[in-house]
Structure formats: C-alpha cells, structure tokens
C-alpha cells in the first residue's frame, strides 16, 4: 500500500522527467533546424546523459521532432543535397 508520501514522491518524479523530455525536444528540434543530422545529435552527451532509451523512444516520436524532421528532409530534396557522401 502506496503512502501519501510515495505517491506524491513519484508524482513528482514524474513531473520532473517531463521536464527533462521537454528540454531536449527543444534540444533536438533546435539541432535539426540548424542542419545537423539526427543520429549526430543523438550521440551528444546533452541527449545520452539525460535519457534512458525508453524515454529517447518516447522523445523521438513527439510531433515537435517529427515536423523538425520532415522539414528537414524536404530541404534536403530541395537542395538534392541527400548526405550520401558523408
């Protein structure tokens, strides 16, 4: 049986790894608009430290890094600019 104090302990852990998540979309979606390559970013430590794999799956489909994605492929058709020779 959950006391008041673990349910408010884990409410506010709760809290506190969405906020986590958060900072790293930003984090993520801003990294993709200046260009940069997402399995780039996801190998900064900003992004490795902060998140289990779980949470980075998680991170990975919000709509915020999936529109930030989606541009950033339609540029590179724009530009036929496909990084192949990287």
């Not at 980075?56 to 036929?80: C, Y």
């Amino acid at each position: 049986m959950s006391t008041f104090k673990d349910k408010l302990q884990k409410f506010m852990d709760e809290l506190a790894t969405d906020a986590v998540e958060e900072r790293v979309i930003e984090y993520v979606t801003k990294e993709l608009a200046n260009g940069r390559k997402l399995a780039e970013i996801l190998k900064d430590p900003y992004v490795k430290n902060r998140l289990s794999e779980e949470k980075l799956a998680k991170v990975l489909e919000n709509p915020e890094v999936m529109d930030a994605l989606e541009e950033q492929i339609a540029v590179s058709f724009q530009k036929r600019e496909f990084g192949f020779s990287d």
